[in-house]
């Protein structure tokens, strides 16, 4: 017999304890059946009926009832079961395994499913490996959580929690596995069935033991003592005051008198929460077992910080406290302070830095102090705060480079000779807070560049010995690193420690090579100081902006790429917030959802069932609206649905030879022009669009178009373009009736259609044509459910379709016909962004040209980027060739990106441009390369280096202008003076780094009378 085992983090994170009890007088314990040897009930309810043979087996808490197949229970629920209030649990041992396929109901109330107005509770495993909680008789007023790692012979925990007014959720092993908010009209029904459906036709076929039913909602700490097999003793806290009125960011004082009725033997937290927000967990002074019995005590004052992203709106809320792991004997809500919540902080503050009497200040104090362990890092350097390294700052300062100065304290620090004898190094970090999670590090890794030519793997681990709560696999940090131009390749990466020590391990990449142990020169650690804080500090004045778009590939990435574990709510928001600190402190504005796997969505109410435990939406939307971060939801391709009910045979794709087209995964590929097909991606859509329907922070839904995986002709068997798939009998039926050609094939199937085609370049034209246009309006539909929805909306298309590779025979625009695409027919949309990918050969030769009349879109790939400044190139030339108004870059192994200094300095600049056409810079250039690159954006100029080497640009202006006119570089705030060269000439020198964009202002401080002064042509 087997045990799951339950890891359960409460106050201190005491082990689970082996004894168990849970005394009749426990306050809201409206049934509780132990099942020891008899399925009458502690406080002596008998069962109503025993329906087929029981047994007794043993289970975790001493004995528990064996249900086998037919066998059931009912006992009155009168008294037992309160449909308005409560929470049911048990421990359950099946004799099935989570993917039988079969139905198995655990637990329900005597009214009928099959009507929605009879309100049934039915908790059940689905066919599909779900265990799944409805109440209020709707499928949509439900929580389920996957099943299919159960096995027969296991034990499992599971509860399930309800409240008519605020929402249900879902439980097992200890942990929150799904939450959904609904409200609904509770109905009691006569008696509750144990093992069994309504009428006894689907029974459990498995154990049970220590069943109980409460006539309120239990907490989580509370699920998880009860799962933990720990006692639930009486403890509250009886009064709270703090301030009226409060801020978010704000540290507040907070005083609390509590009351035991009964000994408390061990530590525990009290959990905060504001407006039902939960904001902070505190270990009270005194501690819990000091307190006496029957005794009111007076709490020392704690320090609470409002989180900076709430979701909550200004407005009075409550203030309120618990004692976690422990019952009160309130059943409604304990007492609230009342508190006025003051408009949310929409980002956190950017550090300002100015120059006084040769030294710099922050915030009225010096910017390096004599601390220990005080510095900064630039370009991977790390400058100590002593006399060279304050002069070093200031220099940085007046080059308008010292924002891309990190100031932060050296942790630890390893070299070539201090790898251990499995190949990876071992440094310390830095953690705070009571669930040892760290503030942001900075982990800095310099090696030579032909140690690995193909590339590095680059993953970091905690190494603390006590990881408790959090999977042993999640990285913190992994990345890849791709040599550049220069010799020593070094890099940069953030991430969040979760212990006082990580291990980092590299390996090399490629074929012959993988795996293998590499040693690196240096890598260091460092704790940043100026944390969270705003990147982005100069946006154009009115008009359309750019924006700088993050998209983790997996929803999950978002959850665990921040240190920290566990999955309640309050840790999910942390998380969260964590996320959204780190988009501004790099400057993205926007986060993309992208929704990678098979047959699961992210979100709950869906046609799909969510796959992880939790609603990414209702837990991520009401924080980034009070962030002021964007998001935008993607359906992914519809080949992760192939098993879709509403598919048939005929929904996929088929090649020249007949055979059904398969993705990377094995998937079939669904045929995009099929109106079957079609239909279902506007299902998934709209249900995006209700699920997002109250939120201002979402400006656009996609839909992903991949050459690889899917809604697109698919490339097949590793071949780069599409122009053998698609030739299906209904899709040859459908071209013929559209263009009114007859083909020919003489019976010889889709390979005779293809070279019957192919041998006439005016039919093959009109093939793909007629292809394509029936992608267009695919996208147009979807753009019209989109708009019809919230006409402020746009769609987003995720079009990762090829471009070709150099020395390739197909050009770029025949390519794309072939996935059934054509960028002419979207020139003139309105409403729709087709973010075209840049691959990792993009340059001034490559260009995706996907332009519509929103603007350019673009996106690459993290992993694609090389090391050092050479990571900016492909951003840079996209700025050249592309003009994008939208920039998305993709993490496929981490949310976090990595090269995060690098990547912050170009945000800067990028999100500085005004979102206009470039006009040709009227004027001279020197020196005159083709690497130096200068346009005017209505009144700022973009100067580009594209060199790997700094230059001094030099603008030389045709037209007189006035003296006191200047440059205004809206990423440092520094001030680029003219000079004069000649007669009324003036001159501006503009320095810049290798591969650097620059956003100059054109700063006119007092207006001329007459006509105005241009800087730009007036032709294109």
């Keep these: 017999m087997r045990y799951r085992a339950i890891v359960v983090l409460l106050g201190l994170g005491l082990a689970a304890s082996v004894a168990f009890a849970t005394p009749a007088e426990t306050p809201g314990l409206a049934f509780h059946a132990s099942y020891d040897d008899t399925v009458v009930a502690v406080s002596g309810a008998e069962p109503l009926e025993v329906h087929g043979e029981v047994a007794y087996v043993k289970a975790p808490t001493g004995k528990g009832v064996s249900l086998s197949e037919g066998s059931w229970l009912a006992y009155p629920a009168a008294g037992h079961l309160d449909k308005s209030a409560g929470s049911l649990l048990f421990w359950v041992q099946p004799q099935w395994h989570g993917g039988d396929g079969k139905r198995h109901t655990l637990f329900s109330d005597s009214a009928p499913t099959h009507n929605p107005a009879f309100n049934s509770f039915h908790l059940f495993k689905t066919p599909s490996a779900t265990l799944e909680f409805v109440v209020g008789g709707l499928a949509e007023q439900s929580v389920s959580t996957s099943v299919a790692d159960w096995t027969a012979g296991e034990w499992h925990h599971v509860a399930v929690t309800w409240d008519c007014r605020q929402g249900i959720a879902l439980y097992v092993d200890g942990q929150e596995a799904g939450t959904r908010q609904l409200l609904y009209e509770p109905q009691q029904w006569p008696a509750v069935h ?82 039902g927000v939960p904001i902070a967990r505190v270990m009270p002074q005194p501690q819990a077992q000091t307190w006496p019995e029957e005794q009111a005590v007076e709490l020392d004052p704690v320090s609470v910080q409002i989180p900076d992203y709430l979701p909550l709106m200004t407005g009075q809320y409550g203030l309120q406290a618990v004692v976690e792991g422990t019952m009160s004997t309130l059943r409604d809500d304990p007492p609230a302070a009342p508190v006025a919540l003051a408009a949310a902080s929409r980002m956190s503050p950017s550090t300002t830095i100015e120059l006084r009497d040769g030294e710099l200040f922050s915030g009225g104090e010096p910017w390096l102090a004599e601390e220990s362990g005080l510095g900064f890092v630039h370009e991977g350097r790390f400058y100590p705060a002593d006399e060279a390294g304050r002069a070093t700052a200031v220099r940085l300062y007046q080059r308008g480079q010292i924002r891309e100065a990190l100031r932060c304290v050296s942790v630890a620090e390893a070299t070539r000779e201090a790898v251990q004898e499995d190949g990876s190094y071992l440094l310390k970090t830095e953690v705070d807070g009571d669930d040892d999670s760290g503030s942001a590090h900075l982990l800095v890794v310099e090696m030579d560049t032909d140690v690995a030519p193909s590339g590095v793997s680059l993953q970091v681990r905690s190494a603390s010995e006590e990881e408790e709560g959090r999977p042993a696999d999640r990285l913190l940090v992994w990345a890849t690193l791709k040599p550049g131009s220069d010799r020593l390749m070094q890099e940069q990466f953030l991430f969040y420690p979760t212990g006082d020590a990580c291990q980092v391990r590299l390996s090399r990449l490629g074929e012959t090579e993988a795996g293998q142990a590499v040693t690196a020169r240096r890598i260091a650690v460092y704790r940043l100081v100026d944390y969270p804080s705003q990147n982005v500090i100069g946006l154009p004045e009115g008009g359309l902006r750019r924006t700088l778009a993050l998209m983790p590939v997996h929803a999950e990435q978002i959850y665990d790429s921040f240190g920290v574990g566990g999955r309640e709510r309050m840790q999910r928001q942390l998380s969260l917030r964590r996320m959204l600190d780190y988009m501004q402190f790099l400057g993205f504005d926007r986060l993309v959802l992208h929704a990678g796997g098979s047959m ?416 730009r042509s007036s032709g294109g």
């Design 194 to 275: 144990v093992g069994a459906d309504y009428d006894g036709s689907v029974t459990a076929s498995a154990a049970l033991a220590e069943l109980m039913l409460f006539d309120r909602r239990l907490r989580t700490d509370q699920v998880q003592a009860l799962a933990a097999r720990l006692p639930l003793p009486i403890a509250e806290i009886i009064e709270i005051a703090a301030p009226t009125a409060v801020r978010a960011g704000q540290t507040i004082s907070v005083q609390m008198r509590a009351l035991a009725t009964e000994p408390l033997d061990q530590p525990h937290a009290l959990l905060l929460s504001l407006g």
């Design 600 to 1015: 699961y969505s992210y979100y709950d109410g869906g046609m799909l069932p969510n796959a992880w435990r939790w609603d990414l939406l209702e837990d991520l939307l009401p924080l980034a609206e009070a962030a002021d971060v964007q998001v935008v939801p993607v359906v992914p391709p519809l080949s992760s649905f192939d098993r879709l009910f509403s598919f048939s045979a005929d929904s996929f794709l088929l090649d020249i030879h007949g055979e059904t087209v398969r993705d990377r995964s094995g998937n079939r590929c669904p045929n995009p022009l099929r109106p079957e097909v079609q239909k279902q991606m506007m299902v998934f859509l709209d249900e995006l669009c209700t699920r997002t329907a109250d939120y201002s922070c979402v400006p656009a839904l996609g839909i992903t178009v991949d050459g690889a995986t899917g809604t697109c002709m698919v490339s097949a068997g590793g071949e780069q373009t599409a122009d053998r798939v698609g030739y299906s009998e209904w899709d040859l039926d459908q071209f013929q009736a559209a263009s009114g050609l007859a083909l020919d094939t003489r019976g010889g199937g889709p390979i005779a259609a293809y070279y019957l085609l192919q041998n006439s370049p005016e039919h093959w034209q009109q093939w793909l044509e007629f292809r394509c246009r029936q992608s267009h309006d695919l996208c147009t539909k979807c753009r019209d459910l989109v708009v019809s929805r919230n006409p402020r909306r746009t769609l987003y298309v995720d079009s990762r379709l090829p471009v070709p590779v150099a020395g390739a025979e197909v050009a770029e625009g025949e390519l794309l016909r072939c996935h059934g695409y054509d960028s002419e027919m979207f020139a003139t949309e309105r409403g729709i962004h087709l973010a075209a990918w840049l691959g990792g050969e993009y340059g001034p030769e490559v260009r995706p040209g996907f332009a519509t009349s929103a603007g350019s879109v673009l996106q690459l790939e993290a992993g694609d980027m090389a090391t050092g400044r050479d990571m900016l190139l492909p951003l840079l030339h996209a700025i050249i060739s592309d003009n994008p108004y939208w920039l998305t870059v993709r993490s496929s192994l981490d949310a976090k990106v990595g090269r995060e200094p690098a990547l912050r300095e170009f945000a800067r600049a990028y999100r500085a441009l005004p979102a206009t056409p470039g006009q040709p810079f009227e004027g001279e250039v020197a020196p005159a390369r083709e690497d130096i690159w200068v346009r005017v954006f209505g009144d700022s100029l973009a100067v580009i280096n594209l060199g790997d080497k700094p230059q001094t640009v030099r603008l030389e202006f045709r037209r007189p202008l006035p003296f006191d006119m200047y440059l205004l570089d809206q990423c440092s705030g520094q001030k680029i003076r003219f000079t004069r060269v000649g007669g009324d000439r003036l001159q501006a020198r503009v320095p810049t780094q290798a591969y650097e964009m620059r956003t100059l202002k054109i700063v006119e401080p007092m207006p001329q009378r007459g006509p105005g002064v241009g800087l």
